[in-house]
């Protein structure tokens, strides 16, 4: 149990084009999702917090009219980075924290998306 | 504010060595969770354990063993008997309870190198 799907794996677009990774989790209803960022060798930075039938929440620095995230039902969400540019490189990760049962509140990740802008 | 410190950058040992991953946490508040994660060179977080703040009892499961103390607010992570399966980065993370406490504070990482 406890799986979470996140599409694409890798995407190459070219600068100015926007691109859109999903988040689903699969087995579990999560009405809060996250969506990180990861560079080489760091930490996970947290960009926003996905909340099912409201606004995201953006982390402090995080365009939002950039990362744009959508949280249409309780098991989705997703994250389109608008007109992307090579500096938008980078490896995200989205997380769905769990409703409720015994694994109440914990986050399960999503296997990331590598996304490179020629 | 909360913080997570893994001291160890990188640890790197030989097949069948235990190992003890380091954690530890700054939070002002009474309850809270810490969790770890491994995320393999795959790239997936792989989440291993969840631990309350009210709930010191040590755990170990297969190879893996936590060890939480609160005097010392640490939060640490032993593997006996390494595989190189084992090679990930490792991290420790840290959460509050209710609302927007629930965002995950996670440390630097460890990276575990497993030698045959």
């Known amino acids: 149990g406890a799986v979470v799907s996140q599409h694409p794996s890798r995407v190459i677009c070219k600068s100015g084009t926007s691109v859109k990774i999903e988040c689903r989790s699969l087995?579990?209803?999560?009405?809060?999702m996250f969506w990180y960022r990861q560079f080489p060798k760091q930490s996970l930075m947290l960009m926003a917090t996905?909340?099912?039938?409201?606004?995201?929440?953006?982390e402090q620095g995080v365009e939002k009219d950039k990362f744009l995230i959508n949280h249409a039902s309780l098991t989705l969400s997703t994250l389109t980075v608008t007109s992307a540019h090579p500096e938008d490189s980078s490896f995200y990760i989205c997380?769905?924290?769990?409703?409720?049962?015994?694994?109440?509140?914990?986050?399960?990740f999503g296997a990331g998306t590598r996304l490179s802008v020629l | 504010a909360q913080k997570v410190t893994q001291a160890q950058t990188e640890i790197s040992v030989v097949e069948k060595e235990d190992v003890t991953l380091d954690c530890v946490y700054e939070?002002?508040?009474?309850?809270?969770?810490l969790f770890w994660y491994k995320q393999p060179p795959s790239g997936e977080l792989v989440f291993l354990i969840r631990?309350?703040?009210?709930?010191?009892q040590n755990e170990i499961s297969g190879r893996y063993s936590w060890n939480f103390q609160k005097s010392t607010s640490s939060f640490n992570f032993t593997i006996t008997a390494s595989q190189v399966v084992d090679s990930a980065v490792y991290f420790c993370?840290?959460?509050?309870?209710?609302?927007?406490?629930?965002?995950?504070?996670f440390g630097k990482g460890t990276l575990l190198t497993v030698n045959p």
């Open positions: 997380s769905a924290r769990d409703d409720g049962g015994p694994a109440k509140n914990i986050q399960y």
């Open positions: 087995d579990f209803q999560a009405t809060t």
């Open positions: 996905s909340n099912e039938g409201s606004k995201a929440t953006y």
């Open positions: 939070t002002r508040d009474t309850t809270y969770y």
């Open positions: 631990r309350n703040s009210f709930d010191e």
């Open positions: 993370a840290l959460s509050g309870s209710g609302g927007s406490n629930y965002k995950l504070t």
